[in-house]
């Protein structure tokens, strides 16, 4: 049976975006779909003729449009050829088939690369290793406002722009050295492979590990805090909230606490997927949680249980700098010496757990550090009943 090899265009969902040109591959009734590193404006596609439109647009977009139209002219040839090789096999899969065009689909380019090297991670069972790749390089892609790029335009100048780019939302300092580590050894690789030259791009780029500086806050100060009168400052107040849901959520991370949706609350829990390990956590749904949420309800958007996406701006990077600023204000309206952010929630539930009696190994529990490998092998799943009794005695301020 031949294979139907089609071009489909993908929009985005948020209005003004680029959206993405994908390969379809269809044999024996199998379908294997492929996002391009190919993106466009919806006017710039012809759906019936599946070809790039060039209009009225200037000399440098015509010259963008026209290298997209040979792209994929290449990328359909070379499936073409790999089609050809695979049938003189008589008997192949699309599965063999979409194998062997990622593994020759780079052209050059850094982020199919960066997608081979995933689906091999996971194929050895490296999940954890892959997701954090994963999430490196949709960090990297939003930094390039989803365009691709050429391995050989990697230097260490360009990596540097991009440690400054990551600084400035407020990520961490070892999660920038996460992130660059990651991307680091895939381009090793890259040049293991002959597909360029080391150019040793993270040179002077920082790729230890830190040791991370207390941020916990005080109990008291922490109580000032949730008892503030900030009725007269609507975007602090949303601030303070969203801080304080953090917090009785046992740290819940900020992009987590911005995705959650009314359909994560079930039978008096949240449940959620953390983003960064995609560990599965249950938090019981305190009174404390619901007067938020329903205090917040009207302002929400797209079905997202807390208003921390507008209709505008579903921009996580730039909403977490918004809600650090506002912090920032706030931590000076206090008088507090060092600006609270939004990973403070997490260092203060933790440390009032812990002085609160509760034990390393609930606490590990509670905060889902799927890392934490002897604490893992030490303890066996709690009930979930230990876990909720911990963080109700946590989130219950004098």
Known sequence: MSTSIKLKFIPSKIKGKT????LQLIHNRKIKVFRTRFRLFPAEWEKQKKTVVFGNSGMERQSY?????????AELKQLDELVRLLEMKSDYTVDELADLYTSNSFNGYFFPFVDYTVKNLKDNNRQKTASILLTAKSSFERFFSGQDILLDKIDNDLMRKYESWLKNTGMMKNTVSCYMRALRSVYNQAVKQGLTTQKNPFNGIF??????VKRAMNEDVLVRFKNMDLSSHRELALARDLFMFSFYMRGISFIDMANLRKSNVKNGYIIYSRSKTRQMLTVKLEACMQEIIAQYKSQTVDNYLLPVYTAQNRNNTSQLRNHNKRLKRISDMLGLE???????TRHTWA???LRKGISIEVISESMGHENETTTR????????????KANAKIIRLE
């Open 207 to 212: 790729t230890r590990i830190d040791k991370t």
């Open 65 to 73: 449009l026209q290298s997209i139209k040979t792209g994929l002219d």
């Open 338 to 344: 060092k600006p609270l952010s939004s990973y403070v």
């Open 19 to 22: 959206g993405v040109i994908c």
């Open 351 to 353: 440390t009032l757990a």
């Open 377 to 388: 092998i030490y303890l066996a799943s709690l009930e979930q009943s230990v876990v909720d």
